[in-house]
């Protein structure tokens, strides 16, 4: 399996949920299961291994856009799918700080 933190081959959109022991624990199976419940046309979702954030989790990157999200609740996954997948506009209120150091800035 390759590194989740790869880049992707291609231009393929892809949604990678971690799915590593910690973000299982914060609930990242849910996160995964409420991603594929709203598939949008040109993304994939996929489960990734460990993201190297543990304890931020359940952990979300987008890619190509290298946009990583921290923490997300299934609620919330329907704001990402909106804004983020069909808008093409990230949720600055969820960028992982560790990545988006000034989400004031623009991405």
Known sequence: MSSPLAEPMGAQKRVLVCQHRTCLNQGAA???????????????????????????????????????????????????????????????AMLSPHFHADRSQPL
């Open 30 to 92: 849910a996160v995964l299961e409420t991603f594929q419940a709203h598939p949008v046309a040109g993304w994939v979702i996929t489960r990734s291994g460990c993201m190297g954030q543990c304890g931020n989790g359940p952990m979300v990157r987008m890619l190509p856009d290298n946009i990583w999200y921290c923490r997300v609740s299934p609620k919330e996954v329907a704001e990402v799918v909106e804004r983020h997948l069909q808008g093409g506009r990230p949720v600055r």
